[in-house]
Nanobody, 119 residues
Framework: QVQVVESGGGLVQPGGSLRLSCVAF?????????????MNWYRRAPGKERELVGG????????NYAASVKGRFTISRDNAKNTLYLQMNSLKPEDTAVYYC???????WGQGTQVTVSS
């Protein structure tokens, strides 16, 4: 079974940092290649629509970010470990959301990990 699993969420104070991970399983069993896939991070805040946080090219050479997180969040990947990362710094209460990784080529979502920014 092909799946992606997020982890690393939690409760953090404003101004703090968290690093989320998204590990891909089973890609090779179905002829997929994690290293050949563009990856995205999304989030859904309470009462709001799902929002694209940013994305990264298959080789990690290109990234893009939503204006609301640019300069604070960094997306990276380790293709040897089939893992996508989201480093979040200078967190704000408005960053509180469930964060999801997404593989556009296969329309594949993870189950999400909760991030809560509160004092």
């Amino acid at each position: 079974q092909v799946q992606v699993v997020e982890s690393g969420g939690g409760l953090v104070q404003p101004g703090g940092s968290l690093r989320l991970s998204c590990v891909a399983f089973g890609f090779q069993d179905f002829g997929f290649t994690f290293g050949g896939s563009t990856m995205n991070w999304y989030r859904r805040a309470p009462g709001k629509e799902r929002e694209l946080v940013g994305g990264i090219s298959s080789d990690g050479g290109r990234t893009n970010y939503a204006a609301s997180v640019k300069g604070r969040f960094t997306i990276s990947r380790d293709n040897a470990k089939n893992t996508l990362y989201l480093q979040m710094n200078s967190l704000k209460p408005e960053d509180t959301a469930v964060y999801y990784c997404y593989v556009p080529a296969y329309d594949l979502w993870g189950q999400g990990t909760q991030v809560t920014v509160s004092s």
